[in-house]
């Protein structure tokens, strides 16, 4: 996935979930945050941020907020961008070999799963996870309690029961991560739910990414530990 008039500054506020001042070698910027998640530990004043120049000139903010430097670590926080970067290794063969077809948004039961890819072998389920907490080398999911991520693991639970091959892909918005766990003091019954799906035959895989200032990619697998 790849971005375009990529500019750098330094993180100074977030007065609410969708907007950041930063400043830039331009001056101040007042940028729209496309990820409505708390990410305290990142968007700490000072901090270093990357800006993608927004293409509509008629938009109230001309910046969108797409990465951040945490230590020696880039992070890329786009929360749009786990799914396109998903989708680009899927059809690339990257995923399983013999995908046929990619439908995105795809309604099963009560839920709108963000994948259904048809192999030789059937139907799919994916739902994607993007991960950007990270602390000594562990990334953990949910940073916030996340009821819609409990119902989307239910469904794949129930997919499975009903036959249907169904994978929870972790996004990991960063490289050189030591492993994956659920964020079971943040939000108990994720965890346990992930638990759950797993042991019910739900594939639980989690997957670190090349992260540079004005792209991202899925790399290469991270070891999920429940």
Known sequence: MQYHEVVKGHFLRRPNRFIAHVETADGLQ?????????????????AVVYLEKATNPARKTAYDLIAVEKGGLLINMDAQAPNHVFQEWAAQGGFLPDVQSIQPE???????????????????????????????????????PTERGVKHIRE???????????????????????????????????????????????????YDCVVAPDSIAIHRPVPVIL
């Open 30 to 46: 007042v940028c729209h945050v496309k990820n409505t998640g708390r990410c305290r530990e990142l968007l700490v004043p000072g």
């Open 106 to 144: 795809y309604r099963y039961g009560d839920s709108r799963l963000d994948f259904a890819l048809t192999t030789l072998s059937g139907l799919h389920l994916v739902e994607v996870k993007g991960v950007t907490l990270e602390e000594n080398g562990v990334v953990r999911f949910p940073d916030a």
């Open 156 to 206: 794949l639970e129930r997919a499975v029961r009903e036959g249907t091959e169904a994978t929870l892909f972790f996004v990991i918005q960063m490289c050189g991560v030591d492993h994956f766990s659920p964020n079971d003091i943040t939000h108990p019954a994720f965890g346990a739910a992930l638990r759950e799906a797993a042991a019910a035959g739900v594939h639980i895989r989690a």
